[in-house]
């Protein structure tokens, strides 16, 4: 079912916290840390009322997915990315991170970053993002991963790639060409 994506506002506060929760929890490797750390389940509204965060709704107007992303130092930063559990694996989460994609290459900055969970890497990577080293969490070491905004879409789509998608996506052992990441 397709999405639309908008910007969120304060009004959509409770639904974002709602996917937030289930979506933390829906991970079973996560529940332990999040059970000892319940603060960790709280959303800021900071990236709403900076206009940072995007949300995804259905058909119904219902709240599916959102993401937020902050912009310093010259590159982009994926700070949320959640989708309700029922709707994972239907292109939502790629849909919203091709939006923000697209709008942070309209202000000039050229790279996207995130640090995935390990439970995610395998998504990131499938979108063309490639570890670029690894840090410290307060949950545990996790990928810090990049990619271009320049960068077309990996995800294959009626009107995209056509079946034919660049060699490096969604491949580990395969690199984006040279200079593609460095900023």
């Known amino acids: 079912m397709p999405v639309s994506i908008r910007d969120a506002g304060l009004a959509d506060m409770a639904d974002l916290q709602r996917v937030f929760e289930r979506a933390s929890r829906s991970n079973e490797h996560d529940r332990g840390l999040l059970a000892e750390h319940p603060g960790w389940l709280v959303l800021s509204d900071a990236g709403v009322i900076e ?53 942070v290459l309209a202000l000039h900055v050229d790279l996207l ?12 990577e499938h979108l063309g993002f490639v570890e670029i080293r690894i840090v410290e969490t307060p949950g545990y070491p996790a990928s810090r991963m990049r990619r271009s905004t320049r960068w077309p879409d990996c995800v294959h789509r009626r009107g995209g790639w056509h079946g034919r998608r660049p060699p490096w996506c969604g491949r580990p052992d395969r690199r984006p060409p040279a200079g593609m990441l460095e900023p």
């Open 51 to 103: 206009g940072r965060t995007r949300v995804a709704t259905d058909h119904h107007g219902a709240v599916v997915g959102f993401a937020t992303v902050v912009i310093a130092d010259g590159f982009a930063e994926i700070e949320d990315l959640f989708v309700e559990p029922t709707r994972m694996r239907q292109g939502i989460g790629s849909a919203l991170v091709a939006d923000l994609s697209a709008r």
């Open 113 to 124: 970053e995130v640090t995935a969970n390990p439970h995610a890497m395998a998504f990131y």
